[in-house]
């Protein structure tokens, strides 16, 4: 069937340096993205979302990148801080589903920030 | 509280067993979500609640599940004749109506001995 699924699955990088964390989608027919950011012991905690009709989003320290021509999704962190240092899920909202959130999530991406 | 709550936290209960998990969502959010999480697993999807009713149930794995909404607030889910294979980590999320923005509770961790 068709699935999420990540590049990486850990990501270790230096406190103040940029994140990318990649993500392949194989559902062309997508229409909707979200990351998520999942503290150990806690559930997920939603960071940005995109539609398909978008290439880019910005928030608060993070970016999210649409390539819809390669069916791939990133997340860019800012000036990653210890506190960013979770794992990260890209999940996918299935066309014809009921609602926006009913998602298929990826394996997850784990990323370290050391000081 | 202003987050969902889930409770219990923590569950360990024997093979055959029934049990059941809470969950309480936001005030006023309409859609009510339950996924499962297993270990170094994104959650998967299991049932989505729009006030009272089932909008959609295709995530539940068999019919040992089931979930309720009666008032359209909290919902329990009911796991009857638990097997090994049933310990994760249920996790309920709520959100208002027409988004993706989930708001997850800390889940509730099962283990079937």
């Known amino acids: 069937g068709e699935s999420v699924g990540l590049h990486l699955p850990t990501l270790s990088v230096q406190e103040g340096d940029n994140s990318i964390i990649n993500c392949a989608y194989s559902n062309s027919a997508s229409d909707y993205f979200i990351w998520y950011k999942q503290e150990s012991g806690k559930g997920p905690q939603f960071i940005i979302d995109?539609?398909?009709?978008?290439d880019k989003r910005q928030g608060q320290r993070v970016t999210v990148l649409l390539n819809k021509t390669v069916k791939h999704l990133s997340l860019q962190i800012a000036a990653t801080q210890p506190g960013d240092s979770a794992v990260y899920f890209c999940?996918?909202?299935?066309?014809?589903?009921?609602?926006?959130?009913?998602?298929?999530f990826g394996q997850g991406t784990i990323l370290t920030v050391h000081p | 509280g202003a987050g969902v709550s889930q409770t219990p936290s923590n569950k360990v209960t024997e093979k055959g067993k029934y049990v059941e998990l809470r969950c309480d969502p936001i005030s006023g959010h309409t859609a009510l979500y339950w996924y499962r999480q297993s270990l170094g697993q994104g959650p998967e999807f299991l049932i989505y609640?729009?006030?009272?009713?089932?909008?959609?149930d295709s995530g539940l794995p068999n019919d040992r599940f089931f979930a309720v909404r009666p008032e359209g607030s909290v919902s329990t889910l009911k796991i009857q004749r638990t097997e090994r294979g049933d310990s994760a980590v249920y996790l309920c999320a709520s959100s208002r109506q027409g988004t993706g923005e989930l708001f997850f509770g800390e889940g509730s961790r099962l283990t079937v001995l």
């Open positions: 609640f729009q006030g009272t009713g089932a909008a959609d």
């Open positions: 999940a996918e909202n299935p066309p014809g589903g009921t609602s926006y959130g009913k998602l298929t």
């Open positions: 995109i539609r398909s009709n978008m």
